[in-house]
């Protein structure tokens, strides 16, 4: 099947998934972010590598805090950005999407970053930039429905990279609403490619997809069992809207069974990091003592993660 | 790209040519002058003058990749190894170190990069080689080897066994 | 050229109906088949068709087609070879007033291309609330009487609507997908939707409501028919139906035959159906249902117009043309399934035409002179530019496949040919 994020050369045109990205690519993303990290501590945070680009943030779903480290990333680069929230209407839904991209192309964008509610948004994108012949024009997906969000993934891998070296020996757990997180598909593709010894899937039933065994991870339904001895611990934001009954009986027995607390985290290995995608919901699946206590590593992700999309957007440009 | 024995000239002993080097250099040094490296040849050279001319601070490495002018036509691919400036830069005397003079063009990249650091007091240039055929307007303060190759020529500096510095040509096809 | 004694020479007849499956002449007059081998006593051929190395077959028969522009698809259908197709309800406005319908029949009638068999709404507006005006409805020329993709979620008025369609001895089609356990899926729910962040359509939505349905027309005693089965779990389901006696047939759309979730691929809007492309294991039950006469194969024809099919997988309109498509891809089906070609045919000839309850899909002397004359092995490649449907979309776009129609023949006309 054509890798629709490989160019004809085989080199990486867009980031729209982790999915299809082989291990060295991820590895030699991972190692460009590092010296970019460099580069946001010194006095002049720029370096000219996409001076003269235009590169657009286009969300259809509202996000001002990930727009914002796409835009920082890009201004480090010397790119200049363009802010464009679209927000969907709800006759002309898709038609909106390729004709705000023929629009842009016609402004001689060079790069999109795009989020979209509905998972594959991205993709067809992509595809249509491929049949308008514009393959020089790049996509980076910045969250496409349940699916994926892939510089969120590769600055989770980063994160950890950081903390813990080595994925081998790791045991990884991502706790909470899997079935509707794009974070956690994103997470769970970059640890298996990368080698993890174990990947842990913790939550109730009706926030499991469906089988999800065969993204190879090991299910657990309680968190005793889900963090004993873990590395890392990953938690997902969950959504207001998924406690209203349908999902989970209450925001209050969800934090019982699920939330994290100290008591619970001390199941984990004494040196796990806690990680989170933010923004958090504190009390609901984090405790306040764990998402500021020394084993939280939730603001170091946010840091990484400018470098992590300034790498991605520096290798995109210049492939 | 092979080696090619072909271009009869006689390539001189690197580490010898780091010595004479550090003695052009030497009697224009002041208390405060600083050594950066270009990536990855001017580092090895870098360290050897650091050591020759009994050097107290650490010297800068810089890697140009994120300023070179060929970004678009060769992308982001090989490793880029960071950039790290250990100290401050303003108002400092900097002899920026490469093995090869060619184009000029990575000598300019540097200096752009070393301008992000701060406003440097003045900035030398030192080289093991001029091989001519230059772009942009740019010499050497201190070279101890000029010839002039040609373009499908180039020359390689790598490390052997022992950690010394050896010089090879590569054709290009 | 009217209904002109038509005289076909020399093709290999295969004929379902009547285990026919040898090289003979073929005598057409007054729009019906009239002599098979020999010609009958004072046949004077209007015109002689040499059909040596070609294969004639009824006209095919399609359970389930959506006409969208009537005259470039009933154009499309015999261009496939099809020459009777049964229209659901879910046309705008839904086929609940007789005038629609005459109005429907009329038109195609006008054509003079393919036969159209209107399927009535059971209900008012297909609203699922009130029993639409069945007898009224049958008289102006529907065949049978359905819900389209609009489930009937009270099942207290599904049970009536199945007592009032018994009481006349309509026939009655139901799309088995219960609406909540469907509510909100593209795409089966699986490794493949869960692996894309699709929302899933689980099994359970087609098993519980073919359980309900079974039940009722039981009860009532109704004659049902399942359409667009796609598990193994609904099949089965069926299987046992059957086994227990009940009068009930199913159907299954070409797609399905060939295709499964993994088809989805990156996000192909291509590959959206529904019911969804479930998994390999499904699809290989639902090819054997089909090998076994269970179930016929519809091609479930929906022209969608690119606009609805540029679009994120989710949000794109489901179906694909198939028409053009319905004959090769059944061909390929039989290949890889081994099957006697004749046993294939009569998934899209006589087993939908007796599920319709219509006279078509037989080379019978007097039988309506439906043919479909096609060159069993011709390659051709499906491009947008090869289809005459309107809709140009289908996962097999780009596809080579063998079986091309030369000619078809409805009611003894000549009504496409190569």
Not at chain 2, 111 to 122: M, Q, T, V
Request: aromatic share 4%; with cysteine; hydrophobic share 45%.
């Amino acid at each position: 099947m054509h890798n629709p994020q490989l160019n004809a050369n085989g080199e990486l045109s867009h980031l729209l998934s982790i999915e299809g990205l082989p291990r060295d690519v991820i590895v030699h993303i991972l190692d460009t972010a590092s010296s970019f990290l460099k580069v946001s501590a010194r006095d002049v945070k720029k370096v000219p590598l996409l001076r003269g680009k235009s590169v657009f943030n286009v969300f259809f779903e509202n996000s001002t805090r990930t727009r914002t480290t796409f835009e920082i990333a890009a201004k480090r680069l010397s790119a200049d950005v363009i802010n464009l929230d679209v927000t969907r209407s709800s006759t002309a839904k898709g038609e909106t999407l390729l004709d705000t991209v023929d629009n842009l192309v016609a402004m001689h964008a060079d790069m999109f970053v795009v989020r979209h509610a509905a998972s594959g948004a991205p993709y067809l994108l992509a595809s249509h930039l491929r049949r308008i012949g514009r393959d020089d024009v790049h996509v980076v997906n910045a969250g496409d429905g349940r699916h994926a969000h892939p510089t969120q993934g590769l600055l989770d891998m980063y994160t950890i990279r950081h903390y813990k070296k080595d994925f081998s020996n790791l045991v990884v757990a991502i706790v909470g609403d899997i079935l509707h997180s794009r974070v956690a598909r994103s997470d769970i593709k970059a640890l298996t490619t990368l080698g993890a010894a174990e990947v842990r899937a913790i939550g109730p039933e009706t926030l499991l997809p469906t089988e999800i065994k065969k993204m190879g991870v090991r299910v657990c339904h309680d968190m005793a069992d889900g963090l004993r001895d873990c590395d890392v611990v990953i938690m997902l934001r969950l959504q207001n809207e998924r406690m209203n009954g349908t999902l989970l009986p209450s925001a209050r027995e969800y934090f019982h069974c699920y939330g994290l607390t100290q008591e619970k985290l001390r199941l984990a290995r004494p040196d796990a990091i806690v990680m989170h995608p933010g923004p958090m919901n504190r009390g609901v699946e984090i405790d306040s003592d764990v998402a500021d206590g020394p084993q939280a590593v939730i603001l170091p992700q946010v840091t990484f993660g400018i470098a992590v999309r300034m790498a991605v957007m520096g290798i995109l440009a210049g492939n | 790209m092979t080696t090619n024995p072909m271009p009869a000239i006689e390539l001189p002993d690197a580490e010898i040519q780091c010595a004479q080097l550090a003695e052009l250099i030497r009697p224009e040094l002041r208390p405060d002058t600083l050594l950066v490296g270009i990536h990855s040849g001017g580092v090895w050279v870098a360290r050897r003058l650091q050591r020759l001319l009994d050097l107290d601070t650490e010297i800068g490495l810089i890697d140009v990749s994120f300023y070179r002018d060929d970004y678009r036509a060769k992308g982001l691919h090989a490793r880029v190894k960071p950039s790290s400036i250990p100290f401050d830069v303003e108002e400092r005397p900097l002899i920026l170190v490469d093995d090869v003079l060619y184009t000029g063009r990575t000598t300019r990249a540097a200096i752009n990069e070393l301008f992000d650091y701060g406003r440097p007091a003045s900035i030398q240039l030192a080289v093991l080689v001029d091989r001519g055929h230059r772009q942009l307007p740019i010499c050497a303060n201190y070279c101890p080897w000029k010839v002039v190759l040609d373009p499908s020529q180039e020359l390689v500096l790598s490390t052997d066994a022992d950690d010394r510095l050896t010089w090879s040509l590569a054709e290009h096809a | 050229m009217n209904s002109d004694n038509l005289h076909i020479r020399n093709a290999r007849l295969i004929d379902p109906s009547s285990d026919l499956d040898q090289t003979l002449d073929l005598y057409l007059a007054d729009g019906r088949i009239a002599a098979i081998g020999t010609a009958p006593a004072g046949f004077a051929a209007a015109r002689v068709v040499d059909a040596s190395g070609l294969i004639a077959c009824p006209g095919l028969v399609d359970l389930s087609t959506r006409l969208g522009g009537i005259e470039p698809e009933l154009n499309a259908a015999v261009a496939g070879g099809v020459t009777s197709v049964a229209c659901p309800p879910d046309t705008k406005p839904p086929l609940d007033e007789p005038g629609l319908v005459e109005r429907l029949v009329r038109r195609s009638e006008r054509l003079g291309l393919a036969r159209v068999y209107p399927i009535g709404a059971l209900t008012q507006q297909l609203a699922g609330e009130k029993l639409a005006e069945m007898n009224s409805l049958a008289r102006a020329g529907c065949i049978a009487f359905s819900q389209a993709k609009h489930p009937i979620v009270d099942t207290l008025l599904l049970l009536r609507a199945m007592q009032y369609a018994a009481t006349f001895g309509y026939a009655v089609r139901l799309r088995p997908q219960d609406q909540f356990l469907a509510r909100d899926g593209v795409a089966h729910d699986g490794e493949v939707a869960s692996r894309l962040g699709l929302s899933g359509v689980p099994t359970a939505a087609e098993t519980v409501a073919i359980a309900t349905a079974l039940q009722l027309a039981q009860a009532t005693g109704v004659r049902l028919h399942l359409s667009r089965l796609s598990s193994a779990a609904g099949i089965a389901l069926i299987r046992a139906a059957k086994q227990a006696g009940m009068p009930v047939s199913c159907d299954v759309s070409i797609h399905h035959l060939h295709l499964s979730e993994m088809d989805i691929g990156y996000f192909d809007s291509n590959a959206r159906f529904d019911p969804p492309l479930r998994s390999a294991s499904d699809r290989d039950a639902l090819r054997l249902a089909a090998r076994d006469g269970v179930a016929s194969i519809c091609s479930d024809h929906t022209p969608v117009d690119a606009d609805g099919k540029q679009l994120p997988f989710g949000e794109a309109l489901p179906g694909a043309t198939a028409l053009e498509l319905l004959l090769p891809l059944t061909l390929q089906w039989a290949a890889q399934s081994r099957l006697p070609l004749p046993s294939a045919l009569a998934r899209i000839t006589c087993d939908p035409a007796a599920v319709l309850g219509i006279d078509a899909g037989s080379l019978r002397v007097g039988a309506p002179a439906d043919i479909c004359l096609f060159d069993p092995s011709e390659p051709w490649r499906i491009l947008p530019e090869t289809l005459r449907s309107q809709g140009k979309n289908t996962p097999f776009l780009g596809y080579e496949l063998s079986g091309r129609v030369r000619m078809t023949v409805v009611g003894g006309r000549i009504v496409f040919q190569v």
